[in-house]
């Protein structure tokens, strides 16, 4: 999802990986990670669902321990609009759920298993990152490993406060009521704020070193990778907030690389069902459309 093309090289340098990450809870950073300055030129990837795509199903996903790719060097900038739906939806949640009326048991156990299934969307984004983008980048650039178990750690607290979500749901869905629906809000604010914090750091501190040491052919076969795994419901969710997310001109970008069927697939249905998640998980308080995501980005 979110594979987009590029339209601007993006120019690393020094200065950005050589910051300490702002969680001082996190490990020092103990050296520069990159390269003085590397320049990615513009890709084309495959886009979801495309012919291309049985070509990308049979490259070796990266393990850990591989050597630095001959081809390496990638377009990781999608990683960042995947990033913004989350942002987005952690936004809107906690008020979807003070907002749902109480006395409307079916839409409180609607509401909850929608919060439910962005939940294991977040967690299988940090899994598949977990499995497949720290090991590599331990191994193909060694002075990364503090930004790593910086990620880990961040993963490790995401994932302890998504188990403890479930009981709070399930309170909040057998005895819907102000307290109990409040309860589960401040709980889904309090991972909100933790993961804009992770996306932050991992924007500024791993992506840029996922871009020089993953190979075109890497992250594409685990961007499919993570697609597999997203029901149609899911992927009309997340395609409609990151279509909103985007700029015209990127948004245009976007759209080339999305195929025919995909495209009247969601003008058919799946729009129409991203307009209903949306409403129902922010109890009509928010309706489809642009928004700033470069605004959400900040850490506060
Ligand atoms: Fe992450
Ligand atoms: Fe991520």
């Not at 969307?121 to 977990?130: R, T, Y």
């Not at 090991?135 to 990620?151: D, N």
């Not at 948004?251 to 729009?271: H, N, Q, S």
Request: charged share 25%; glycine share 8%; aromatic share 6%.
């Amino acid at each position: 999802m979110g594979r987009l093309k590029r339209t601007t090289p993006i120019v690393h340098t020094n200065e950005v990986c050589s910051r300490r990450p702002a969680d001082t809870t996190g490990p020092r950073h103990g050296g520069d990670c990159r390269p003085a300055a590397t320049a990615l030129a513009s890709r084309h990837r495959p886009a979801m669902g495309s012919g291309e795509g049985d070509a990308m199903a049979a490259t070796a996903l990266p393990s850990s321990g591989a050597p630095m790719p001959e081809d390496a060097g990638c377009d990781a900038e999608d990683l960042v609009f995947v990033h913004d739906a989350f942002r987005r939806l952690y936004a809107v949640l906690p008020t979807g759920v003070r907002k749902t009326p109480p006395e409307d048991h079916r839409r409180v156990a609607r509401v909850a298993r929608g919060v439910a299934m962005v939940g294991d969307a977040l967690h299988h984004h940090h899994h598949l990152e977990d499995e497949y983008y720290w090991g590599p980048m331990q191994t193909r650039r060694p002075a990364c490993t503090p930004h790593v178990e910086l990620m880990k750690q961040h993963h490790a607290r995401v994932a302890a406060l998504l188990d403890a979500s479930a009981p709070l749901a399930d309170a909040w869905t057998t005895n819907p009521g102000a307290g109990t629906a409040e309860a589960f809000a401040a709980h889904i604010e309090e991972i909100g704020a933790l993961l804009r914090l992770h996306l932050a750091r991992e924007e500024e501190l791993a992506l840029p070193v996922m871009g020089e040491v993953f190979s075109q052919s890497e992250w594409d076969a685990v961007g499919a990778q993570a697609q597999k795994a997203y029901d149609r419901s899911q992927i009309f969710l997340f395609f409609g907030i990151i279509q909103d997310s985007l700029t015209p001109e990127r948004l245009d970008a976007f759209i080339a690389e999305v195929p025919a069927a995909i495209r009247i697939l969601y003008r058919l249905i799946g729009r129409r069902q991203y307009e209903r998640s949306l409403d129902l998980l922010s109890a009509g308080t928010v309706r489809p459309g642009p928004y700033d995501a470069a605004a959400r980005r900040g850490v506060g």
